[in-house]
């Protein structure tokens, strides 16, 4: 149920902020720099906050911006074995993972009372990392789930099965979870929709390809290979008819851009009603087993998918059921099972899906575990916040954020396409963010959370269950204000449409992206256009549906409706030109949302970095303008290289564009590029003035 609630976020900034090395998301590195709350003389990077030694001065910026400004970096650097990415990302991840590692292993060895939170942070840790415990006892904490499930022998205690199954990690083909009622910000919903899939994306299981048909062949044999640990016979016959499954799944599964659709998706009902509309299927031994038995009312995200779906459950062989359970529980729970259980897994999801050489150190996956948001990272937040972000931090944000939020007005206010009357409803809207920075106001109380030394299964159900509880106890109370999705410790930010909040962890608040001694411009073209891109989600194609107080209603006129889709539409057009992986492309209506942020927030951050030089010139530094600095600061910003097999599984599941485009797809499309850089006619990225988009 926790997963949907996060999801409801609509639009993180950075599609990769962590992993253990074999999930489908990875991040990206460059080297660590000082703690900023050191006092320094200069920029923590150069002299002013930009590598000048990572450009390619062979390159024009006309022909390729990313490598202009990147360029010797791509060309020298190698992604690190135990990871499927590299960049700037992961540089400020590792930093803030090395100094929460500390914090762990300092309250581990204080040996807390019984029941605080230096007891529960030490000795989780601690479990997660006695390997010889967990080689002792193999797939044996599964053996509950998976006697349960070898003796399901109706439909209805099958029904009761997907019901449970997030409270215990496995995979349901009606998925449930979570979130905002859309028409009420207040209140809590919960949406059911399909779910069920094993690879990534319905592309893995529907694609023809040569690269696909031997990705589902590698997938048969993971199966079987994991089938192998229960003791279950006949394992390739079994992989099979789970795959066959699976790829029916597939085949009702919307496309990637329909799912992202808040109209599309908002389909209340009442429980009564979806009993009887779908009365082939235990809906009350489904609610019942996900601790949900009094609710009335749910969202239906994929309507059309259920009675399929249903189907398919009832048709089915319960025995491929039964071994299709078994699988997904046995994957899902590798990492707390034993090694070799653990690195059979790594094989295919790290290596095959993502392209990992080997699999991250297993202190950094125990570190991501325990400071997860849920996991410990609440008791973790309160003291990195104490320990590693000054105050002053958050004031210059505070003065950063407001000076985005004025150059977002005036944008707004100068927009020839936009009727006056839209116009106010989007400076309310606009005037309405509330801009959370640094660390929550308030904490989550994680007394009820029991922690073993010696038993991670148990330690890592009793986190899990605290939080799906804690989620299904929210129904009828309520929505929470002030509850944060990310931790402080987190290299991330998001914008949550149903609060209509913009918010920024102290972790991401790091060179390159944030530095107290770099030059202005620095700062604006990095955090100021990640300010910007959050702000731009209250504005996107999704977005754009909700209001100031975070309500679905449709606040434009019609011909301003009008406008504005032409314009994102010529943009979803340029990135749909943008060739990722050969043979592979963005697809432009399904990044939609994330492009608009990034070209808006780009837009603004520029416009608010000549707001604050109250009419002066910046002098150049280096022989770059401001304007310039500005540009090579968002190219910088992006740095990243990342495996083909990465790329590919983003490409077709991560609504954000690969970093390249994030780049050259965006200041492409400003005059101020082409003004500053000299771009010609010539130029591989230029675009006539009327084939450039602004939107805001």
Not at 19 to 47: L, N, Q, Y
Not at 414 to 442: C, H, R, V
Not at 501 to 516: G, N, T
Not at 606 to 615: T, V
């Amino acid at each position: 149920m926790r997963a949907t609630l996060i999801l409801a976020l609509s639009a993180s900034l950075i599609s990769t902020a962590c992993s253990d090395g074999g999930s489908s998301k990875t991040p990206a590195t460059a080297t660590p720099t000082p703690d900023t709350a050191t006092e320094s003389v200069k920029a923590s990077i150069g002299d002013w906050g930009v590598d000048l030694s990572a450009r390619d001065l062979s390159v024009k910026p006309g022909d390729d911006f990313f490598r202009f400004v990147n360029g010797t970096w791509l060309s020298t650097t190698e992604i690190p074995t135990d990871r499927t990415s590299t960049g700037v990302s992961l540089a400020i991840h590792e930093r803030a993972q090395e100094r929460v590692r500390a914090i762990i292993e300092e309250l581990g060895a204080r040996s807390g009372e019984p029941g605080s939170n230096e007891q529960k942070v030490g000795d989780y840790y601690a479990s997660w990392m006695a390997t010889d415990r967990l080689d002792e006892l193999g797939i044996s904490p599964l053996q509950p789930d998976l006697d349960r499930i070898a003796h399901i022998d109706n439909n209805a205690a099958l029904a009761g099965e997907f019901g449970q199954l997030h409270y215990i990690s496995g995979v349901s083909p009606i998925m449930q979870g979570l979130g905002f009622d859309p028409k009420n910000p207040d209140s809590y919903n919960i949406n059911i929709g399909l779910g069920g899939l094993g690879l990534p994306e319905r592309d893995y299981y529907l694609d023809e390809t040569e690269r696909f048909v031997k990705i589902r062949e590698q997938y048969l044999a993971h199966i079987a290979r994991m089938l192998t640990f229960a003791g279950i016979e006949k394992t390739a016959e079994k992989a099979a008819d789970i795959l066959a499954l699976e790829t029916r799944i597939a085949g009702y599964q919307w496309q990637r851009a329909d799912r992202r659709d808040r109209d599309k998706t908002y389909n209340p009902m009442t429980v009564a009603d979806l009993k009887t509309s779908h009365a082939d299927f235990d809906w009350q031994a489904y609610l019942d087993a996900g601790n949900m038995s009094t609710l009335t009312e749910v969202n239906v995200n994929h309507p059309d998918t259920l009675a399929p779906l249903i189907e398919l459950i009832n048709t089915e062989d319960l025995n491929t059921w039964k071994v299709y359970l078994s699988y997904h529980l046995i994957s899902n729970n590798a990492s707390v099972l034993s090694q070799e259980i653990d690195r059979a897994n790594f094989d295919f999801w790290g290596k095959v899906i993502n392209g990992s050489e080997q699999q991250l150190d297993r202190w950094k996956r125990g570190v991501s575990r325990v400071a997860s948001k849920t996991g410990l990272g609440e008791a973790l937040g309160q003291i990195y916040v104490e320990r590693h972000f000054p105050e002053s931090s958050k004031a210059k944000m505070t003065v950063l954020v407001e000076n985005l939020r004025k150059a977002y007005g005036e944008r707004i206010e100068a927009l020839d396409w936009m009727s006056d009357e839209t116009k106010q409803e989007a400076l309310a809207k606009l005037a309405a963010f509330n801009a959370k920075i640094g660390y929550p106001d308030k904490w989550m109380d994680l007394a009820d959370i029991s922690i073993n030394k010696d038993d991670l299964f148990d330690n890592t159900r009793n986190v899990r269950k605290f939080f799906e509880d804690y989620d299904a106890n929210r129904l009828g109370n309520k929505t929470d204000r002030e509850e944060w999705f990310m931790m402080p410790q987190t290299v991330n930010a998001y914008y949550l449409p149903s609060f209509n909040e913009i918010v920024f962890p102290a972790a991401i608040l790091e060179p390159p992206y944030f530095d107290a001694n770099a030059d202005d411009a620095v700062n604006y073209g990095a955090i100021g256009s990640i300010i910007g891109h959050e702000m731009g989600h209250g504005f996107d194609d999704q977005g754009s549906k909700s209001d100031a107080n975070g309500v679905k209603r449709d606040w434009w006129t019609e011909d301003d409706r009008a406008a504005f889709q032409a314009r994102i539409g010529r943009l979803g057009e340029q990135f749909d030109q943008y060739e990722a992986v050969p043979g592979y492309y963005v697809d432009g209506a399904f990044t939609m949302g994330e492009n608009i942020g990034d070209l808006g927030g780009v837009e603004v951050a520029l416009r608010a970095y000549e707001i604050s030089l109250e009419g002066g010139v910046a002098p150049a530094l280096d022989g770059y303008s401001g304007v310039q600095r500005f540009f090579l600061s968002y190219g910088q910003s992006w740095r990243t290289m990342r495996r083909e097999e990465a790329e590919l599984n983003l490409l077709k599941s991560d609504q954000h564009s690969p970093a390249e485009f994030r780049v050259n797809g965006i200041v492409r499309n400003m005059d101020s590029w082409y003004e500053v850089f000299g771009v010609e006619t010539d130029d591989a990225l230029y675009l006539t003035p009327q084939e450039r988009v602004s939107i805001w």
